[in-house]
């Protein structure tokens, strides 16, 4: 019976990392970069947020971090999330990028309200370093590439891991 009980929640882990890898990598990425978060805040257009929090509950249970997923479509509903979680300890914000609302002028708009709150911000587009995201990740020809914007990082005053950052792009030194 244990067997059976093992082996049953090992192919669903399998099945369901599968489906998350995206989110999964980004609480990888994040837990290697910022040793110290706790908690995966998860900014995503109402359109993809079903999709995303089912990849969240998966990356929880995978990264064993907390992820929280904030449904967002206007400036109005980006200021008072902002707002709500400006205030905990120890949290990372990921942005699933979009060309609907998540348009490099509102990555930058975040960046600059949570980088004066000292709360990292990652994007899953190239070039969201280059408008304030500390770092980017995503896939490029069949791998993830990783992208840091290292002047955030110093303003934040988190030091990014060498042996991570030995794996990155830099965009911004």
Known sequence: MKKTTFFLILSFLII?????????QVGF?????VPSTNEIIV???NKDKDNIMKQAKMAQVITKKKFSVYPIDKSIELTKKVRM???KKNIA??????DSFFKPSVIKTISDKLNSKGIPLFSNREKDTMV??????YKKDGTVE????????SIL???IPADFLAKCIIDVE
Do not use: C, E, P, R
């Not at 304030?132 to 990740?137: D, L, R, S």
């Not at 990783?146 to 990082?153: P, Y």
């Open 43 to 45: 900014f995503v257009t």
């Open 93 to 98: 914000v990921f942005v699933v990028t979009d």
């Open 29 to 33: 990425v994040i837990k290697k970069s």
């Open 85 to 87: 979680i400006s205030n």
């Open 146 to 153: 990783k992208h840091v914007n290292k002047i955030t990082a």
């Open 157 to 159: 005053k988190i030091t």
């Open 132 to 137: 304030g995201a500390m770092i980017a990740i």
């Open 16 to 24: 369901s990392s599968l489906a998350s890898q995206s989110v999964s």
